[in-house]
């Protein structure tokens, strides 16, 4: 399905920072929190109050941080709001988004809108509650990375866009102070999908955020890089057995361990697919997390002798026409895939630094003789640890982006190490062009 794309008049995005109330921790509720700091009059409370409002009244999305991503929220329960988001990202229309709430009484606001609590026309004014089959998830992992699947009542208050036609809609309550803050100021649920233009990577900066968006969206609020780095985990316990839409934040041995999830089930593939019918989560159909660039996958124990062939033949081969090529390490390959001359030494800089170097390589130009060309190799190490990877991930795609690099090889990390692994795995297989698995040359 086509992205929603009606013409976008050129706007002035404004970044407001709101670092400490995004590092803060509450010193009560969330209203009493907000209370007191409106009461302080602080330039970030203003900030939160400017976004409020937008967001109460405007059709303009709003970029905002996350624990797990930078997200794009708009107040769910109207249309010409929701559609903003569509506009603003060129997001399919066939892409149902995840509505962000700040208590479960907002949530039970959701399963009971008013006209179905009336007792008219028939209605039954029995009382809708979370299905039973959460409880368990709720309590260990609320507020938290964690997208719940529920039903859509009749008369719901949500937006049609919000659901993209399905009897069902996704929820979550981020353990983010900061996203709840903004969710309470606004007083209403946020349709908030991840706030980068649609297939590209994931924001984790406000940075990011306005280098998609500039024009497009009004406002940004600026809460420093993210945490988690990777969207939450969709699950749906109202099939039998439940069922994991999208790996994400919260690992499938963690959900496994709780009370009637015991037989949960992987329900998603980590390729692009291009699905007739409505996928039941963000992620499950379209091609995302993609750079400009080719991405090249190798599966985690992949032979180093394979990859020194395949990417010395892809730099000698002029039908690539790679000028610029990024490297992307994790855990066991070498700086610069050992390319680096003498000349240039591996940098001290910390984890998830950019540094390149130039490489004189020799290609066949005719049959009777050969020429050079320079190459520019830029190399981000994302660290050993899975956190770190996942954190790292989507800013290291982006720079290479910044960087208009033709081509990007990618060390893969056994995605069988948890669900965040398996989360790095599925964005990394949505965003490559080939995946090189072991045993390949």
Request: proline share 9%.
């Amino acid at each position: 399905m086509a992205a929603f794309s009606p013409s976008i008049s050129p706007r002035e995005t404004r970044v407001l920072p709101v670092h400490r109330l995004n590092n803060a921790s509450p010193p009560g509720s969330i209203a009493e929190w907000w209370a007191s700091e409106q009461k302080s009059g602080s330039a970030e409370a203003a900030a939160v109050a400017e976004a409020a409002e937008l967001l109460r009244t405007g059709n303009t999305p709003v970029g905002f941080p996350t624990e797990t991503v930078y997200g794009l929220g708009a107040d769910a329960t109207r249309s010409p709001a929701v559609q903003g988001i569509y506009r603003a990202k060129q997001r399919p229309l066939d892409n149902p988004l995840i509505v962000h709430v700040d208590s479960e009484e907002m949530i039970e606001s959701l399963l009971n809108p008013p006209a179905a609590n009336s007792g008219t026309n028939g209605t039954n004014n029995t009382k809708r509650k979370i299905p039973d089959i959460y409880r368990p998830l709720i309590e260990r992992f609320w507020p938290g990375p964690l997208t719940i699947l529920l039903p859509n009542p009749p008369n719901s208050i949500l937006a049609p866009e919000v659901t993209a036609k399905l009897h069902t809609f996704g929820v979550r309550m981020p353990s983010s102070p900061f996203a709840r803050l903004l969710i309470h100021a606004t007083g209403r649920p946020l349709a908030a999908p991840s706030a980068n233009a649609s297939t590209k990577p994931s924001p984790t900066t406000a940075q990011h955020v306005y280098h998609d968006l500039q024009g497009r969206i009004d406002l940004i609020l600026d809460g420093g890089p993210c945490g988690v780095g990777v969207e939450s985990t969709v699950v749906d316990g109202l099939s039998s057995p439940p069922a994991i839409l999208r790996p994400g934040g919260v690992g499938i041995e963690e959900i496994r361990a709780c009370p009637g999830w015991e037989n949960v089930r992987k329900a998603y593939k980590d390729e692009a697919l291009q699905l007739k019918e409505i996928p039941r989560a963000p992620g499950m159909k379209y091609r995302h997390y993609s750079p400009k660039a080719d991405v090249v996958l190798f599966e985690a124990g992949s032979n180093p002798a394979s990859i020194s062939r395949r990417v010395n033949a892809d730099l000698r081969n002029t039908a690539v026409g790679a000028k610029k090529v990024g490297i992307i390490r994790t855990r066991t390959w070498e700086y610069g895939l050992g390319l680096a001359p003498p000349s240039s030494p591996p940098p001290s800089g910390e984890i998830g630094s950019l540094s390149s170097f130039t490489l004189e390589v020799e290609y066949l130009h005719t049959t009777h003789s050969t020429a050079k060309a320079t190459k520019t190799i830029y190399d981000v190490h994302l660290g050993q640890k899975t956190e770190d990877i996942a954190r790292g991930l989507f800013a290291a795609l982006r720079a290479m982006d910044v960087e208009n690099v033709d081509i990007i090889y990618v060390e893969g990390i056994p995605d069988n190490e948890g669900e965040l692994a398996a989360a790095v795995m599925n964005r990394l297989r949505k965003a490559a062009e080939v995946e090189i698995r072991k045993g390949q040359a």
